[in-house]
């Protein structure tokens, strides 16, 4: 297999510690719900520096490795992982500290009301009197729900925070990439 574009990846977790003898590796995933990091059949792993880090990172320069996931299971709200090729603890160790990255088009189908954060990013925000809020830039958790930063891509810079709950998110059309919201511009 080639290696994919940076673009194409999608940064799921993080190995932090090896996890037995084996060649275990223990992952601490990026969100409360690791679907996409349980059900993937192939990770990718780097020691690339984040994209948000403001370097400019290309394929060249990432070096990443693929490996074939053999199981992967939920512990202690981390992700344990075993890898084809990485069978002892030493060789678990060397990784800590990788990225996870995982294909976007390998992840499962999300139910017909759940979204991947990833794919709400970059989409325009407007609210019921269909004024411009701005694009979607950032989503995060607070614990309670997710919460979607409204602003302005080019500058990064964060208008508004949003929760994204059904009482405020009214549609999201991520065909034409447009998120409508029962929220006000001022607010």
């Not at 194409?8 to 932090?16: P, R, T």
């Not at 996890?19 to 690791?34: D, N, T």
Request: glycine content about 6%.
């Amino acid at each position: 297999m080639s290696t994919p574009s940076l673009n194409d990846l999608i940064e799921l977790g993080a190995v932090s510690e090896a996890q037995g003898l084996q060649g275990q590796v223990k992952v601490r995933p990026h969100s409360s719900e690791p679907v996409a990091l349980l059900s993937s059949k192939a990770v990718w792993l780097s020691l690339i520096p984040r994209r948000d880090a403001g370097v400019s990172a290309s394929v060249e320069q990432a070096s990443l490795t693929q490996y074939k996931v053999k199981n992967a299971k939920m512990h202690s709200g981390n992700v344990v992982m075993a890898l084809e090729g990485i069978s002892d603890r030493d060789q678990a160790l060397a990784l800590k500290g990788a990225r996870i990255l995982v294909a976007r088009d390998a992840f499962p189908k999300a139910d017909s009301d759940s979204y991947y954060w990833v794919d709400l990013i970059g989409c325009s925000a407007v609210n019921l009197q269909n004024e411009e809020l701005g694009e979607v830039i950032d989503v995060t958790e607070n614990g309670a729900h997710g919460v979607i930063a409204i602003g302005d891509a080019s500058s990064k810079t964060i208008k508004q925070l949003v929760p994204f709950v059904k009482e405020v998110v009214q549609n999201v059309d991520l065909d034409n990439k447009k998120i409508t919201l029962d929220w006000q511009s001022d607010w």
